[in-house]
């Protein structure tokens, strides 16, 4: 707190103090009392109202530092009202009083907020595993009655799949660093695993996937690592611009990282929109032609990413090309 702002706050004090100096001293006059002694009289009163506003002012400024570096030192700051040395004066026992009231409010109020998100992300989580289980029978079924209606249904059935592993991973989002486990994963039978898993949707597609050059290992969570790759995988074929649709799958040893990179003939994306393609519900201009997009699956990718210490990056040309690249660091002591 500033002196001059002190001041200001004590500006209907001094005006009083300034009044009743004035009138006393037209009484004084008026009394026959020179101007001399009046001058002094005032020069008296300046310094007693000075020096009182001074040492007031020193007092406060004191306080609060010492406030402050408690409220500093604290990690859970909501519990500085509780924890404070005893007020020191009646207003701020009745301000601290007030604090208390409204933190515990708000501590109440955000202790119940997070019960409730606690509670519908555990019961996602039951639905989403309850779900699974009809899934896997209609694909069994399907499995082993095979005809062209057969297939399509399965085809439908991976897509249903899928939407529901997002929301699977949507809802652990918040907490992934109980659920991961850093281990050695082959790129490419991680990749392989995640065609296999939709297999009838890239055969509906006409999807031609390459992945001759794919080669080497990183340290990573593999079921976190095939969802990010499955998202990337069924956005190609979702923008796909013609048939057959050509995905090249690589992999490049440089030195302190390995990228992955997948890169496919589509759509592309606008130059304009290429720095907005992680941003939550962004679905961009080739999203809103019909292709049922959500914006979810790009910003997903990013923030697993960022939990795995994993650097995702994209490069395209509209019309052209489209290049997702996952730049993977070789320490298995990651910081997620």
Known sequence: MRFSSYLSDKKAVLLVCFANGLFFSVLLWLFGLGSGEISLLWFCFICIVGGLLLWSYLSQHKRLQHL???MDALDQKYLFAEITDTPTSELEKSYFELMKTALKAMTDEVSQSNRLNREYREFIEQWIHEMKIPITGIQLLCENNK??????????????????????????????????????????ACVSEVLARNK????????????????????SDQKWLQFILNQIIINSVKYQSVQPLVINVTSQDQGDYVTLSITDNGLGIKESELGRVFDKGFVGSNGRTGKNSTGIGLYLCDQL????????????????????FLHFPKSKFLKV
């Open 68 to 70: 402050r570096a408690v």
């Open 147 to 188: 005809s062209s209606v057969a297939r399509k249904i399965l085809t439908q059935t991976e897509m249903i799949s899928q939407s529901v592993e997002r929301v699977l991973f949507y809802a652990r989002l918040g907490s992934v660093e109980k659920d991961y486990l850093i281990t050695e994963v082959p790129l490419k």
């Open 200 to 219: 009838q949707f890239l055969i509906q597609n006409n999807v031609c996937i390459h992945t001759e050059t794919l080669s080497g290992t990183v340290y």
């Open 305 to 324: 990413c960022a939990k795995l210490g994993i650097s995702i990056e994209i490069k395209s040309t509209a019309g052209e090309y489209t290049a997702v």
